[in-house]
Nanobody, 121 residues
Framework: VQLQAYGGGLVQPGGSLTLSCTAS????????VGWYRQAPGKQRELVAR???????NYVDSVKGRFTASKGNAKHTLYLQMNSLKPDDTAVYYC????????????????WGQGTLVTVSS
């Protein structure tokens, strides 16, 4: 199982982007943990965390600007980002901690290639 985040790009301050995350392979169940990001020279941080109960917690710096959601089809995860700031510049990753495919279910961290978001004028 490989996760793929996409939708990043260059955007001006104040702009918006929507990131998507999908899982490859014939999965029929996946539990997304949420979205992380890693800015140059900084540690990876959790941006939006989806609890087992379905609620979503955001890091203070993105509250009111970012919205994470799950898609109805194909186990897709989204991150709507509004009012983007230069400090939001980072590689964004999605993460899952459980997936099932075929006869296998695994509780492990699933990561994939991130997508670069650059906020600059």
């Amino acid at each position: 199982v490989q996760l793929q985040a996409y939708g990043g790009g260059l955007v001006q301050p104040g702009g918006s982007l929507t990131l998507s995350c999908t899982a490859s392979g014939s999965i029929y169940s996946i539990n997304y943990v949420g979205w992380y990001r890693q800015a140059p020279g900084k540690q990876r941080e959790l941006v939006a965390r989806i609890t087992r109960g379905g609620s979503i917690n955001y890091v203070d710096s993105v509250k009111g600007r970012f919205t994470a959601s799950k898609g109805n089809a194909k186990h897709t995860l989204y991150l709507q980002m509004n009012s983007l700031k230069p400090d939001d510049t980072a590689v964004y990753y999605c993460n899952a901690d459980h997936a099932c495919w075929g006869a296998i279910c695994s509780n492990q961290d699933f990561w994939g290639q991130g997508t670069l978001v650059t906020v600059s004028s």
